[in-house]
């Protein structure tokens, strides 16, 4: 018997999705219960939600790119600290090709558009469940060198503050102080500046912005 078939007959699944759009929720939680057998699906309206996730693990996250607040390509890291080995996958109503690089560099197993349909996106997420992770994909993708290497990473202006404030040595909470945004707000920043910069610490970040420039 396949892999894949004996992966989804045999086990119960656990899928969460992230999306801030009731709707789309529960249409694609129709979706998953049509597709896949024994499946549990939880749900979540924000990243912050999501993180607060009890129980046991979920088996794959389905993501949203552009909730509200924490967007999903800044709380990206913060899923992948809460369950290292959870795939991701991305969704989207827009699919640039900018957009998808930027995903699957910061570790989504896979990234799908909301435009597709309920075939593609089920065998989307049953390739994701059964293909296996290449353990230093990541850490080579973060190393201070592979970001010497490549062009100057592209920050919004909320990220350059968050920078600033992160180099000068200040903590979460110190920087959602100054910013007027939460601590949760802040660590999605964070996360996602270590994953534009491709570096795992903020010391690393720190390097890093001094050699792209990104601070005085």
Not at 147 to 160: D, E, G, I
Not at 184 to 198: K, P
């Amino acid at each position: 018997m396949p892999l894949q078939y004996f992966v989804f007959e045999m086990h119960s699944l656990r899928c969460l999705i992230v999306d801030d759009h009731a709707l789309f929720r529960s249409g694609l939680c129709l979706v998953l219960q049509a597709g896949l057998p024994n499946v549990e699906v939880l749900e979540a309206a924000s990243m912050e939600q999501a993180v607060r996730v009890t129980g046991e693990p979920p088996d794959l996250v389905l993501l949203d790119v552009q909730l509200q607040g924490v967007n999903g390509l800044e709380g990206l890291g913060l899923l992948q600290q809460r369950w290292p080995n959870v795939p991701v996958v991305m969704l989207s109503s827009l699919v640039e090709p900018d957009t998808i690089a930027l995903a699957l560099s910061r570790g989504a197993r896979a990234f799908v558009s909301k435009g597709d349909t309920s075939a593609r996106i089920i065998e989307v997420i049953k390739q994701s469940l059964v293909q296996p992770i290449a353990p230093n994909d990541r850490k080579r993708s973060r190393t201070p060198s592979a970001v010497a290497a490549s062009q100057s990473p592209r920050l919004t202006p909320r990220q350059c503050e968050v920078l600033d404030l992160l180099c000068q040595g200040l903590p979460n909470k110190m920087i959602a102080r100054r910013l007027v945004v939460s601590e949760f707000t802040v660590r999605g920043h964070v996360q996602a500046i270590l994953g534009l910069l491709g570096v795992s610490s903020r010391s690393q970040a720190t390097f890093a912005a001094r050699q792209h420039k990104l601070i005085g």
